[in-house]
């Protein structure tokens, strides 16, 4: 693919994702029922009666949305589900993959600090329902050329929506992991990434993989510049502060279940370290959770802690000056 239509792949799926984060939506949570559409937007179903899956879980008590509070989506989204559904079916595990923290069985009871992430989760989002952070947005969780049909190198649509579900946009806003390259493109200068010295001389497959990365990290850089350009509303929400904190708390309350729990109490203790920070704390002026010293030393003993006393994260947006010059 040519540079100029790797330039338009990216900026279609730019503009893509501009009109869905513009679309108003008044409250949060899973798809809407039929009867929540305008009866001039309502499509005639064959059936009304069709279902699949769920049998044990329709048993739970559950919100699944919509969510009408900003301070109830995060929870209400990511954790209390699993609560109830570990509360009501789960039974201890031995053995778990990929993990040396257990010897033995051991109930969910004794470790689970998802109690601990939905007390702090109501005070993450600023206070003020008009804050571009608590926008209601949909996005999709996976762009990829996959579920991207392409129409002469051109991205007609996106598809694949079936697990999107209307959340705050602070909890959503970055870049697609297919804009993620590493290394990525120069953040500084605000350049692609350029040939190495010594190109010319190297074998085809040494020039292979340099022309991947390259090819890569050009993606990468023009998403970076392209939504800098166009998208305001994601810019603007990438530049909360707070923004990677939110997402790594909620990705990090689901490893749980595979036997990490360093990494979710890493990221709660150093919010409790800058709590004068959290945009919701008027609320609650002291934090709402505590860890003794004896948590706070087992967690600094532990193999993937990295030796740090708290879970060390930048206290700033993703935007650099030159992306906000040119958004400007």
């Not at 970055?174 to 804009?179: D, I, L, N, R, W």
Request: some cysteine; glycine content about 8%; overall charge negative.
């Amino acid at each position: 693919m040519s540079e100029p239509n790797r330039q338009a792949f990216v900026d279609d799926i730019v503009a893509i994702e501009k009109r869905i984060f513009d679309l108003p939506f008044a409250s949060m949570g899973s798809l809407y029922f039929k009867r929540d559409l305008p009866t001039d937007l309502q499509g005639q179903s064959r059936t009304t009666e069709f279902g699949m899956g769920g049998e044990r879980r329709a048993a739970l008590d559950l919100d699944i949305g919509r969510c009408m509070e900003r301070s109830d989506t995060i929870p209400a989204c990511y954790s209390w589900k699993e609560l109830q559904w570990t509360d009501n079916f789960g039974k201890p595990v031995e053995c778990f993959p990929y993990s040396l923290e257990f010897l033995g069985a051991a109930c969910h009871h004794d470790y689970l600090a998802l109690r601990k992430y939905m007390a702090v989760a109501p005070y993450l989002l600023p206070k003020d329902p008009g804050n571009v952070s608590n926008r209601p947005a949909l996005r999709h969780p996976g762009i990829s050329p996959c579920v991207s049909y392409i129409d002469t190198f051109r991205t007609t649509s996106i598809i694949d929506w079936q697990h999107a579900v209307i959340v705050p946009l602070s909890p959503i806003a970055g870049h697609p992991k297919m804009f993620q390259h590493s290394p990525p493109a120069s953040l500084e200068n605000l350049e692609p990434g350029t040939q190495p010295l010594g190109y010319a001389e190297m074998d085809p497959q040494e020039k292979a993989g340099i022309d991947y990365h390259l090819q890569m990290g050009y993606l990468s850089y023009r998403y970076r510049v392209s939504n800098s350009a166009v998208n305001k509303l994601h810019l603007e929400a990438l530049r909360d502060p707070l923004v990677f904190l939110r997402q790594q708390l909620v990705e990090y309350s689901g490893r749980q279940w595979w036997g990490d729990l360093t990494t979710l109490r890493g990221v709660l203790m150093y919010l409790n370290d800058i709590w004068d920070e959290v945009p919701g704390r008027d609320a609650s002026p002291e934090s709402p959770i505590r860890f003794s010293e004896e948590e706070v030393q087992d967690y600094e003993k532990k193999p993937n802690s990295g030796g740090q006393p708290r879970a060390q994260l930048p206290m700033t947006g993703v935007m650099s000056s030159r992306f906000q010059k040119i958004a400007g």
